[in-house]
């Protein structure tokens, strides 16, 4: 059957409207039984095991993935291969987060006695409210819908999106409340441009050779501009007794010359004195964000004792991957 565009963006809105609407519902779910699960989670001394079928299963796996990259030891197990002896991986102490709508999936009616017998919490995500999984769960949490999205009113489409929602909340809610910080995300995501952005340090990105980025506060104001060119980082470091005491930039060059300044002046006459610097340890989303707020370019990476360690710029910074 033919539809016109007008009919599909209809037919598209509507859908999602609806998913949209059932959405909504969930922020009056967040109840004693999400206390309780939130509870349950953060204080188990094993992992989060998290079960389901079909729609379910790829829901929970997208959730344990969830738990996992946000400080809550978790993975997936189908309850089939629970079954046929992959139950023998989950621990007494972990939680079990069960995930079925009916409640009444076959494989969680053999695996509760099981859980039950080992001393495991369960955790229910279930629309039926007196079925088999809820009545055998610490802690359940409520997806029910009044309508799925699917016009046949089949497939699970709207429960499937409460249950991925209710599956966030709570692992974010765990999260925040262990006090999981940029430094611990960044360990579980060292790779791409995520990883890049919350790992890489400046002294990651510099090169380390100091030809051409630094002369003494006694060269003259052509020898800085030479250096300044050989450099090609925008910005040069003024040294005194290998203790960096100013920066000569191309800004600096053009107001020197601009104020009747010689070749052959001293370059520390032409010298930013008050200069923004960074150490080999600071993050590069940091120098990023100081080189916004000062609108500068580029910037000496400095020892503790004030020695250089070399200049770093934006383009060096974005050129690993970090913006």
Same mark, same amino acid.
């Given at each position: 059957?033919?539809?016109?565009? %007008?009919?599909?963006?209809?037919?598209?809105?509507?859908?999602? /409207?609806? +998913?949209?609407?059932?959405?909504?519902?969930?922020?009056?779910?967040?109840?004693?039984?999400?206390?309780?699960?939130?509870?349950?989670?953060?204080?188990?001394?094993?992992?989060?095991?998290?079960?389901?079928?079909? /729609?379910?299963?790829?829901?929970?796996?997208?959730?344990?993935?969830?738990?996992?990259?946000?400080?809550?030891?978790?993975? &997936?197990?189908?309850?089939? +291969?629970? $079954?046929?002896?992959?139950?023998?991986?989950?621990?007494?102490?972990?939680?079990?987060? $069960?995930?079925?709508?009916?409640?009444?999936?076959?494989?969680?009616?053999?695996?509760?006695?099981? =859980?039950?017998?080992?001393?495991?919490?369960?955790?229910?995500?279930?629309?039926?409210?007196?079925?088999?999984?809820?009545?055998?769960?610490?802690? !359940?949490?409520?997806?029910?819908?009044?309508?799925?999205?699917?016009?046949?009113? =089949?497939?699970?489409?709207?429960?499937?999106?409460?249950?991925?929602?209710?599956? @966030?909340?709570?692992? $974010?809610?765990?999260?925040?409340?262990?006090?999981?910080?940029?430094? @611990? &995300?960044?360990?579980?995501?060292?790779?791409?441009?995520?990883?890049?952005?919350?790992?890489?340090?400046?002294?990651?990105?510099?090169?380390?050779?100091? /030809?051409? !980025?630094?002369?003494?506060?006694?060269?003259? =104001? $052509?020898?800085?501009?030479?250096?300044?060119?050989?450099?090609?980082?925008?910005?040069?470091?003024?040294?005194? %007794?290998?203790?960096?005491?100013?920066?000569?930039?191309?800004?600096?060059?053009?107001?020197?010359?601009?104020?009747?300044?010689?070749?052959?002046?001293?370059?520390?006459? *032409?010298?930013?004195? @008050?200069? *923004?610097?960074?150490?080999?340890?600071?993050?590069?989303?940091?120098?990023?964000?100081?080189?916004?707020? *000062?609108? !500068?370019?580029?910037?000496?990476?400095?020892?503790? %004792? /004030?020695?250089?360690?070399?200049?770093? %710029?934006?383009?060096?910074?974005?050129?690993?991957?970090?913006?």
């Amino acid at each position: 059957m033919n539809h016109n565009n %007008n009919e599909l963006r209809r037919l598209g809105y509507t859908f999602i /409207k609806s +998913e949209l609407k059932e959405a909504s519902n969930m922020l009056m779910r967040i109840d004693h039984g999400f206390v309780k699960a939130c509870n349950l989670v953060s204080r188990a001394a094993g992992k989060v095991i998290v079960m389901g079928v079909g /729609k379910s299963g790829h829901i929970g796996r997208k959730i344990a993935a969830t738990f996992a990259s946000t400080g809550t030891q978790a993975f &997936f197990i189908h309850p089939a +291969e629970a $079954l046929h002896g992959d139950f023998g991986m989950v621990g007494k102490d972990d939680v079990v987060l $069960l995930i079925s709508y009916s409640g009444e999936a076959s494989e969680f009616r053999v695996l509760l006695p099981l =859980l039950a017998t080992q001393g495991n919490k369960v955790i229910s995500i279930t629309g039926g409210h007196d079925s088999t999984l809820a009545k055998g769960s610490d802690a !359940i949490l409520n997806v029910s819908v009044n309508k799925e999205a699917c016009p046949l009113g =089949l497939a699970p489409t709207s429960s499937a999106l409460c249950t991925l929602m209710i599956g @966030d909340a709570l692992a $974010l809610t765990v999260m925040s409340c262990k006090g999981f910080s940029h430094d @611990d &995300f960044a360990r579980s995501h060292p790779a791409g441009s995520l990883g890049a952005a919350l790992l890489t340090t400046v002294g990651g990105v510099i090169d380390r050779d100091l /030809k051409g !980025i630094s002369c003494t506060k006694e060269s003259s =104001l $052509l020898e800085a501009v030479n250096n300044l060119c050989l450099s090609g980082k925008g910005l040069i470091a003024i040294t005194d %007794n290998e203790s960096v005491v100013g920066v000569f930039t191309d800004g600096d060059f053009r107001r020197a010359i601009a104020s009747g300044a010689s070749l052959t002046d001293n370059v520390c006459k *032409y010298m930013t004195k @008050d200069f *923004y610097h960074v150490y080999s340890a600071t993050m590069c989303t940091q120098a990023l964000d100081a080189m916004s707020r *000062y609108s !500068i370019t580029a910037v000496p990476v400095l020892h503790t %004792n /004030k020695r250089l360690v070399g200049v770093v %710029n934006i383009a060096q910074i974005h050129a690993a991957g970090i913006r």
